[in-house]
């Protein structure tokens, strides 16, 4: 079975450009999150969706950064405007709802922002 | 507020030893406890969790961890080192009530396995 699945791998753009990176969630599951990983910070939990309604978006860090669920099996997350402190791997990824459940992360997107 | 802390930020081991990466944990109610794995220019691998039962859990790659409610530990063990079990790993907690379920994540420790 495919894994979660983010686009693009990697990313370098100018700052002040949009960015968007998508990701595809594993057949069947409900719970959707995106998560940001740095050095400083660690990983860091972005935003969180179950059945696709925003149910933790604490972590957005701003408002030039958006997420949505057009559909049940993706999710965009956009940056707009782009700064270089953005720069960081995000990652997707998804699991059934119910705590004891695994969440399985993608292969992340790798964003720098010049 | 759930927590995890994984107090060693780099473990050295010899190829061949044991190897024991350490987590401990602070949560209300029962705890759901995970271990991932980064490998380099990689996304987050699950390796095993606890969720309820026996307090031994068996995972992938011959990984194996250790609830202990006493000591709020869950350290990820291995019997014998590989050079190739190098890489980062991750302690994890998946939050309830409030929090949601979603995953809060430790530090990380970076595990190093020399020949």
């Known amino acids: 079975d495919a894994g979660v699945i983010q686009s693009p791998r990697h990313e370098v753009t100018e700052m002040g450009q949009e960015v968007t990176l998508r990701c595809k969630l594993i057949s069947g599951h409900n719970s959707l999150f995106w998560y940001r990983q740095t050095m400083m910070r660690g990983l860091e939990l972005l935003i969180y969706?179950?059945?696709?309604?925003?149910?933790?978006d604490s972590g957005m860090p701003e408002d030039r950064f958006s997420a949505k669920m057009p559909n049940a099996s993706f999710s965009t997350l956009k940056i707009q405007p782009s700064e270089p402190r953005d720069s960081a791997v995000y990652f997707c990824a998804s699991s059934l709802t119910g705590v004891g459940n695994t969440i399985y992360f993608g292969e992340g997107s790798w964003l720098t922002v010049v | 507020a759930q927590s995890v802390a994984q107090p060693e930020d780099q473990v050295n081991v010899a190829e061949g030893n044991p190897l024991t990466v350490k987590c401990t944990y602070s949560v209300s109610g029962n705890p759901y406890l995970f271990w991932y794995v980064q490998y380099p220019n990689r996304g987050l691998q699950f390796l095993l969790k606890?969720?309820?039962?026996?307090?031994l859990v068996k995972g992938s790659y011959g990984f194996e961890a250790e609830f202990n409610k006493s000591q709020t530990s869950f350290h990820l063990k291995k019997p014998s080192a590989l050079v190739s079990d190098s890489a980062l790993y991750f302690c994890?907690?998946?939050?309830?009530?409030?929090?949601?379920?979603?995953?809060?994540f430790g530090q990380g420790t970076e595990l190093s396995v020399k020949p």
């Open positions: 994890a907690v998946r939050g309830i009530y409030n929090q949601g379920g979603k995953l809060i």
């Open positions: 969706f179950n059945n696709n309604v925003p149910i933790d």
């Open positions: 606890y969720i309820t039962g026996d307090n």
